[in-house]
């Protein structure tokens, strides 16, 4: 059971605070994205629980509530959540356009933030909770600015391309070496393209090759250091590691 109310509390309520525009745009764009996600443990202002402690969930003097949750359950494509989460924290770690609006992101027992340099919007910490859905604060600057959060999942992503099957690395570099467009190819651009960092068309099934401009672009929004596709740029965009003939 959630610890603060669902979406909006009761009509009779709502003049008593308001979402700054960073939770209302930010959660738009979520809703855009992934129009029919579970909503259930998603929360803005707190209930009794939360008043009784410090927390952006309450309104502030002026009656602004500074956070949101989002409920990790976004029914699209396995790990869309944590690239959701992931690509956040990218947009504030390379001070993009519009992120000086996030205060901190908290999710899976771990928080982000711009408070520690040695720690500057890096994953940390193990005690954190928010298992079932992703917390984001926002900061004064996110109190009006309606911009649009430039975050490439949000943006530039299109759902319900990926047949949600990881193709085998080994498989995979080896069509990159010979220049073959094959599935493995075409499920690599299917999911860049999901992720927001293909640009265009992706084209059919054993015509597609190696998105290599993909691959750079999410390096470089991601702030990584451009690199051939290896295992770690595998398991980084699955969250796994498939090899079709693993050694003994």
Partial sequence: MSLFK???????????WKPVAGVTVMRNQINKRWPDRDKRSDGVVGDLAHQARPSDHNPDSRGYVHAVDIDEDLRGSKNDN???ADQIIAYARMRRSGSSRLKYVVYEDKIASGTYANHFW?????????KIHMHVSFTTQGQEDTT???????TEGKGGLWDGKVPFFDILQDAIKVGASNKATWRLAC????????????APEGQQPYPKNAI???QDYMGWERREYDKKTHKTIWKQLKISNPEP
């Fill in 6 to 16: 669902k979406k909006y509390p009761k009509e009779e309520n709502k003049m008593s």
């Fill in 82 to 84: 944590i690239w959701l």
């Fill in 122 to 130: 890096t994953w940390r910490g193990d005690s954190y909770g928010h």
């Fill in 148 to 154: 649009e959060f430039g975050i490439p999942i949000l």
């Fill in 191 to 202: 999911r860049l393209k999901e992720l927001g960092f293909y640009q265009g068309s992706v």
């Fill in 216 to 218: 750079r672009a999410m």
